[in-house]
Each structure stands twice: as C-alpha cells, then as structure tokens.
C-alpha cells in the first residue's frame, strides 16, 4: 500500500496566518492527490484535486502543489470558517489511501 | 443539487453483518462520469478507504478488509449498499458514503470524493 505521511499532526495558528500542510507519498504517485477539509462532527469537503486544482465553489486562498512525492496545501490567511481536519489522500492506486489528518486549532 | 444519504442500524452485534444503504437523490447513478464509494471513520480517528463500485460494476475493496466486505448498486432505485460480515468492536465507526468523480487534468483522468453522505454513526456492541 501507498502511505501518505502527513504533517504535523496537529497546528495552532491564528486568524490571517499563512499555514502550510504537508503530505508525503512513499512512492513516486505523480499529482494524483486530494485534499479535503472536515469539519467536527461532518462529512469531508473536497478542497484540492490533483494536487493543485481548487475544486469550484472553494476560496482561492486554500491552494495545492507538488513536488515529487511531497504535496502541500496552504492556506494563505486563515478564516475563522478555517480551523478543522484536513487530510490527504491518494488516488494513484487502491487501496486510495489517507493521510492521518491535521488538526487546524485556533492559537 | 445531488445529496446522498446513509441508512441503516446503528447498532449491530459481534459477528454479525453490517448492512448499509445510501441513497442517492437529485440525479442519476447510471452516469458513467461517476462511480460509488463507501469510507469510514473509528471515533477520533482519521479515514478509511473501504472500498468503491466502479460504473462498468467492477468493485475495489480495501486489502484489510479481507473478504468481509462487498458493495453493490442498484441504478434503478439510485441506491447503493454496503455489507461488512463478521464484524467486531474494530468495526465502530461512522460510515460515509461518497461519489467518486473523474476529472481530466492535462490529460490524464484523477478520480476524487466529491459528494459526500452526512454519515451514519454504527456501534458493534452486544
């Protein structure tokens, strides 16, 4: 199986900070990555697919990018509507696999 | 606008089997564009991947599932269900169900959750 090691686990941050995700794939997945975001006690949100394309109806500041097997999403001013889960994911192959998720708390 | 619902028991017994629907309203499943997908969720834990039914009816389980698990469509009544057997207290979760949609990106198809269940919360417990 693929693993998608995610970082940090957890992160405090506050309102307008810039804050960056990052996701590790342990083999090369090309751009086959998503992410979503997960509010307490909700279903996931697409955020991010294909590494860097912002699913419709998401806020630009939220982007995606890739670098070999290392993605990252950044958030570029953190909203108060922002602070959640945010997981990973791989779609290059089954099992499609999830990051362990980071917790985004407000500082 | 699409929804997808979860249903079933809440609560199931050990080494029994677990039986899920999802409903899907607002639009079609027989939609090529799309395939069908269940995920789940320990209490405080992160997400897994159980397993997806494709449009052409192929089916993907997770490995670690072994052979518990099977999904099927029903495109004229636009659901889909899940049957996990034998399950233990492990099996606690909320299970979500989830449309699968394929996206063409500089030329090469990505699939990725788009639509996602609220979720349905089930205890194995006796």
């Known amino acids: 199986d693929i693993q998608m090691t995610q970082s940090p686990s957890s992160l405090s941050a506050s309102v307008g900070d810039r804050v960056t995700i990052t996701c590790r794939a342990s083999r090369t997945i090309s751009n086959y990555v998503n992410w979503y975001q997960q509010r307490p006690g909700k279903a996931p949100n697409l955020l991010i697919y294909?590494?860097?394309t912002l699913q419709s109806g998401v806020p630009s500041r939220f982007s995606g990018s890739a670098s070999g097997t290392l993605f990252t999403l950044t958030i570029s001013s953190l909203q108060p509507e922002d602070f959640a889960t945010y997981y990973c994911?791989?779609?290059?192959?089954?099992?499609?696999?999830f990051g362990q998720g980071t917790r985004l708390d407000i500082k | 606008q699409l929804q997808l619902q979860e249903s079933g028991p809440g609560l199931v017994k050990p080494s029994e089997t677990l039986s899920l629907t999802c409903t899907v309203s607002g639009g079609s499943m027989s939609d090529s564009a799309y395939s069908w997908g269940w995920i789940r969720q320990p209490p405080g834990k992160g997400l897994e991947w159980m397993g997806t039914i494709y449009y052409s009816g192929s089916t993907y389980y997770n490995p670690s599932l072994d052979s518990r698990l099977s999904v099927s469509i029903d495109t004229s009544e636009t659901q889909f269900s899940l049957k996990l057997t034998s399950v233990t207290a492990a099996d606690t979760a909320v299970y979500f169900c989830?449309?699968?949609?394929?996206?063409?990106?500089?030329?090469?198809?990505?699939?990725?959750?788009?639509?996602w269940g609220q979720g349905k919360m089930v205890t194995v417990s006796s």
């Open positions: 294909a590494a860097s």
């Open positions: 989830a449309r699968l949609s394929y996206y063409n990106n500089g030329g090469f198809s990505v699939d990725c959750f788009d639509m």
């Open positions: 994911q791989q779609s290059y192959t089954t099992p499609n696999t």
